[in-house]
Structures are given as C-alpha cells and as structure tokens.
C-alpha cells in the first residue's frame, strides 16, 4: 500500500460545479497535511494547510479526518482557472522528518 | 515570485556530461531540499538540507551529489547519469522548527533530459 495515495482523475467537470477529492495517508503518526496545486510544466504551489478543525480560503475547504486517515479538497463554484493538478502532502515527525507527496488528481473545467 | 529561484531552467545533457543544477532562495528559510519529479510519478524528495548540514538522503545514486556551501545557496552535481534520470528536478525551501518542516516553497524546476 502507498503511503499516501490519490484518485489520478481525471476529474472533467463543468464551470460553476462542485468538486471534492480525497487524500488516504498510512501513517498514523502523520502530523502535518498540505493541498499544492500544480499546473502543467510548472512547479507546485502551496494552495492550503490542513488543520484539524478544518480551514475555508474562498472557494476552498480542506478537511483532515484523522479515524479514517483521509484528507479532502472541496472547491465550490469552479473556474476554468481552477484546472490543475492537485497534489497532497503528508508529513511525518519521527526521527526525520518524513515528506511524502501524493501522485496527485487531475482537475479538467469545462466552460 | 523570485522567492526560490533555479537555472538552468532546461539542460540536456549526455551520459558522460557533468553539469550541476543551481537554486537560490531569498525567503531567510533554514532548509533547503531537492525533488524529482519524473512523468506519471509522485515527487520523490533526494536530499534534505539543514543549516548547511544535509539530514536526509534517500537513497540515492552517488552519480547526484549535492552541495550546501550556505542556506541560502543549494546544488546539485550530476556526472555520468542514465537517460531514466530524465525528470523535472525541483529545489524547495521551508522553515525547519526542532527539526519539523513548516510550508515548502519551490523554485520553477530544472527539466533535465539525459542522452
């Protein structure tokens, strides 16, 4: 099993539309959780920290269910602009500090 | 954004080539790391870089070898790379608190092609 893994999508849906996917981490000692947004030939750039208590930035929410281990991404009302990948971040405190990144989930909007 | 930045931004390159790859942040983090990111994969981080002292290296070919000289400055020399060394190579940069990494940073990449 993946430490941390991601539906690769393509998600193709319409302007305007609701859109929600998921992160799964096998680490239960996971600490920290991140959603990075990565367009095309372009590096990754941070689009949100994850808290326990879940966090809201306009348009997006992400949430952290620590009993299923799962993170999520909802972004509402969907731009063209919004098209990206979406990558999740999970990090691990133990001895080192442990970065893994999600394959990613690819977000299509259609006009 | 200059707050990371790396050249080349393109390097092609053969087999018995060196070459080093450059990244610079100007964010005043205190840790420096370098990411592959090959077609189809997740990113794979290489090195780890903490005040100029390297904490992690995952195992990776000695054909990479990196080089912190301060925390501003991070390198990466290559010499006799295979052509599945091909990828998008990302530098980033964080603030480590007690040995915890806060939000990374990247520079715009290195895309590498390897003859």
New interface residues.
Partial sequence: RKE?EQDPGPFNVPEGATVAFNCTYSNSAS??F?WYRQDC??????LM?VYSSGNEDGRFTAQLNRASQYISLLIRDSKLSDSATY?C?V?S?SS??K??????TRLSIRP | ETGVTQTPRHLVMGMTNKKSLKCEQHLGHNAM?W?KQSA????E?MF?YSLEER??NNSVPSRFSPECPNSSHLFLHLHTLQPEDSALY?CASSQ?WE???D???????T?LTVL
Avoid: H
């Fill in positions: 941390v600490q920290s991140f030939r372009k590096e990754p750039k941070l920290s990558l971040v990090i405190y080192a500090s970065i893994i990144f999600g394959s990613g | 790391y990411y189809k994969k997740p990113l981080l780890v904490v992690e990302l480590l040995g915890q990494p939000t990374q940073y990247f520079g715009p990449g895309r």
